[in-house]
């Protein structure tokens, strides 16, 4: 089974990374599982033209975004780990999320589908707001339905900013772990 995280951070070593490397530690050396540092890309803004509406559903820009493509379409299951910005996902991770109305295209207007994939979410907030993950759901909800995913679990972990991991933390990763090590296992 192929993994795909998909990491929106503009920070490597933060505490996204900390919880998404607990997560994923047994798989990281794995070559069935892929990380993609958004941050690292060169993916331009979609402009909405709609010319991936038509034709071969081409986008107008070659970029890294063709890789991104590629590693969706590749994968079984897709993680999707970033910080909240602004009690939404990263800008970093939204402008890729942008790019999959191609796929929404494809997949809504055309039935033009992916295999169909599992998903994650992980997230973590500086604060204890109880909004804070309304968007970035809201959001994935249609990133995971352009794709041809559907959600199996998701992770939030607020007051990062203010306190260590704890311990209910703790065993949320712990069963987050758990849940992909089985679907790995299973598949
Ligand atoms: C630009 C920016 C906006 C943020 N906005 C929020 C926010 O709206 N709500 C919140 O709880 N935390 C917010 N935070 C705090 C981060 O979500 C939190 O520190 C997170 O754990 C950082 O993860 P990272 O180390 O992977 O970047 C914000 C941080 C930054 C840099």
Do not use: W
Request: net charge positive.
């Amino acid at each position: 089974m192929k993994i795909l995280a998909l990491f929106g951070s503009p920070k490597l070593k933060g505490n996204t990374n900390k919880i998404l490397e607990m997560i994923t530690d047994e798989f990281k050396d794995e070559k069935e599982y892929k990380r993609i540092n958004l941050s690292k890309l060169k993916i331009n803004h979609c402009m909405g033209c709609n010319k991936c509406n038509v034709g071969n559903f081409e986008c107008i820009y070659k970029d890294d975004m063709d890789y991104v493509n590629k590693s969706i379409e590749e994968a079984d299951l897709v993680i999707l780990a970033t910080p909240i910005h602004f009690n939404s996902m990263t800008s970093i991770m939204k402008v890729m999320v942008d790019r999959c109305q191609r796929l929404y295209n494809m997949k809504v207007n055309n039935n033009i589908v992916f295999k169909e994939k599992k998903g994650i979410i992980i997230a973590t907030a500086g604060s204890s707001n109880s909004e804070s993950f309304a968007a970035l759901e809201n959001i994935s909800k249609y990133f995971f339905l352009s794709i041809n995913g559907k959600v199996e679990r998701k992770l939030f972990i607020n007051s990062m900013d203010n306190k260590e991991i704890n311990e209910n933390d703790l065993k949320n990763i712990e069963n987050m772990k758990n849940l992909l090590y089985t679907l790995y296992k299973d598949n």
